[in-house]
């Protein structure tokens, strides 16, 4: 592989990485489940970090529509971050799935 090629593959996000990462935090977001009551404290805080997610997420959606895979692969990637940090912080259940969520 040519040098530059390398360096591309270091600075660029093509569409096939791109759609590899929007579905793992789709298939994070469906997989997890609530373990707090939502009419709680801890729900409101949950409710929180889930409108979060969605709202990175409808941004990585906005980036990728107006091709700007580099803002859309942060922002799906924040979008699973704040999917993980509840995860992490037992406000929802990962099942078990260590390849979606870094578990408690």
Not at 13 to 18: A, K, M, N, S, W
Request: hydrophobic share 40%; glycine share 4%.
């Amino acid at each position: 592989m040519a040098e530059d090629e390398v360096d591309k593959g270091k600075t660029e996000v093509d569409e096939e990485r791109l759609d590899r990462y929007l579905a793992l935090t789709s298939r994070a977001r469906a997989k997890s489940t609530p373990l707090v009551e939502l009419d709680s404290d801890a729900g409101r805080q949950l409710a929180i970090l889930m409108r979060m997610a969605d709202d990175y997420t409808a941004d990585a959606s906005h980036f990728k529509e107006k091709g700007d895979y580099v803002r859309s692969f942060a922002a799906i990637n924040y979008a699973h971050a704040w999917i993980d940090a509840a995860v992490k912080l037992r406000l929802l259940d990962g099942h078990g799935d260590d390849e979606l969520f870094t578990l408690p």
